[in-house]
């Protein structure tokens, strides 16, 4: 009889992407097949996150939910991977005797064997091993018309707040022919949109032949594949967003008119605590030089509100940069300090309450910056990549602008999903807009 899987995902792209190569690896085994419900799966797996606050807890509480399901059904196998693995490493098994086996972000292609492992000490494996992860990840196997493509892994910045080098291990860049590799063969399954992933992708530093190939050469092989439509990719550091970079968006016209770049913060002196490396002044000059070759490039950023000891005046130069590049869209949050990380020494007299006040002033500007640029779209003509089925309406189709609105417009016909269509926009709403699609074939 088959065996059910399923996988739960907290946090970041990069975990998206390991949970769908996790299912692909585990699903070369004929007899192992996904499920989305929990109470009828022979194998759960959390893939976690620690990114933030609470992490750690969160995922002990979703294990005492899932230890009754094993007392129900005692074959049940429970993994638990991702970064809350690395850090506890068999800790878990401690608070969590239950669980069968514990693996990193950096070893999910063991998965299928950690599982087999009888003694539970065996069945734990958070090395960092990422050659080795990018050889053995199996072919890829298209969900949609747009998928993650890893071309790197781990991060060797050491953000003084940040747990990620620690739990993914120093930067390593993936071959370029597999990365070529895996985007021919997505394009062969009807994806037309490619989203390059991983924590620092503009770090990609290659050596071929004696030649450095960097993120601009990944980008303009890519855009010369015959059925890619778009190049995205996420997430960058403004440290690495040298001048080839940028002149790619002049001549590679696939590569989308937005642009995630984290900052945190507007203030160079919490930047310097934070040991970003860059100043505000910097950041700036980087946004100006993109858009003398992209004028309407949409920049989305991540903050972090509330670092210790950010004063007013260091807010108030955030909120002043905030209106100065005028950022799209934000992931935005409260500091919190995570474990074996510098900052997490740091004193902090800024009361949360506080913290939560700057936070909501934030994004309260970035809503409405982002509603206006939207109201601005209304009337207009986009081009836009049919994503799928509306989720509101069955009966509208969904497609994404070039800076990342879901647009939902009706249809006649079904075949234009993973095309390039243009959409007159109707109407702006906070989150979406509505359209009505043109005649097509203007490609
Ligand atoms: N590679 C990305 C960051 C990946 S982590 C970069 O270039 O910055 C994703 C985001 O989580 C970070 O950008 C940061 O805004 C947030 N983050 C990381 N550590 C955090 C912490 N200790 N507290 C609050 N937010 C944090
Ligand atoms: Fe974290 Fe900074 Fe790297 S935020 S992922 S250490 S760039």
Redesign the pocket.
Known sequence: MGKKLYIKTYG?QMNEYDSQKTLEILRQDPSIEETKNPNEADIILLNTCS???KAEEKVYSELGRLNKLKKINPQLKIGVGGCVATQEGKNIYKRAPFVDLIFGPQTIHKVPSLIKEENKINAVDVSFPIEEKFDSLPKPDATGVSSFVSIMEG?S?Y?S????PYTRGDEVSRKPEQIFDEVARLVEQGVSEIVFVG??VNAYKFTLNGRIIGLSDLIEVCGSIHGVERIRYT????LEMTDDLIDTYGHVPQLVSHLH??V?SGSNEILTKMK?NYTREEYIEIIKKLRKVRPNIKISS???VG?PNESDYDFQLTMDLINEIEFDAS????????PG?P??QLEDSIPLQQKKERLYILQKRIDELQLSYSNELVQTIQRCLVTGVSKKDIKQLQARTECNRVVNFDFQNIDILGKLVDINITKAYQRSLAGQILELGRT
């Open positions: 970041c990114i933030r606050e991060c910045k953000c707040f940040c747990v990620v924590q620092n997430t960058s550091h403004p770049l984290p945190q970003r991540d903050f972090i670092f992931f935005s949050f409260i500091y919190s300090a995570r990380t900052a997490s």
